[in-house]
């Protein structure tokens, strides 16, 4: 286990695995994150949302939010916010403070590109968006798990 408590979080391993290395079951999580979010299953999620007639705007809002966390801030959902505050002062015991002239520009630069790469990501979601509430045929979309969730609903009236 794990003797720093500061580690125990969404994102650290805190315990070994019997079979795989912190290297391997770190890759297998970030590898959930990317496949859950990959471009192809994105638009699927856009896809059912009309479909079920939820907004798409919706549904990018969350993606954005939930994936753009992780993606961009490499942290948890439940651990992001819209803006991460970092102070220089404030460090975990036995960790040095660092130097104004170095943590400033070093943050500014961080944020910088973490937000342009955000922008980018979500200018890609925002197009892709409209290309699904444009597509004419796109509330009678249908796929395995909306059929599961169809014959549930009608089983159940």
Not at 115 to 141: I, M, N
Request: some cysteine; proline content about 6%.
């Amino acid at each position: 286990m794990e003797p720093d408590m500061n580690r125990y979080d969404l994102e650290h391993i805190c315990t070994k695995h019997p079979k795989m290395s912190a290297e391997e079951w770190h890759g297998i999580y970030d590898r959930a994150w990317n496949l859950y979010y990959s471009p192809k299953h994105v638009e699927t999620l856009l896809r059912r949302a009309r479909a079920s007639g939820i907004k798409p705007s919706r549904v990018a809002y969350a993606i954005l939010c939930y994936y753009g966390s992780y993606r961009f801030e490499r942290l948890h959902p439940l651990q992001c916010g819209l803006i991460r505050r970092k102070v220089r002062t404030t460090r975990r015991p036995g960790f040095p403070i660092e130097n104004p002239l170095l943590f400033y520009p070093k943050h500014v630069w961080d944020m910088c590109t973490k937000y342009a790469s955000l922008g980018a990501y979500y200018l890609w979601l925002e197009r892709l968006r409209g290309r699904v509430e444009r597509d004419p045929k796109g509330a009678q979309y249908m796929d395995a798990a909306l059929r599961v969730e169809a014959r549930a609903t009608s089983q159940a009236a």
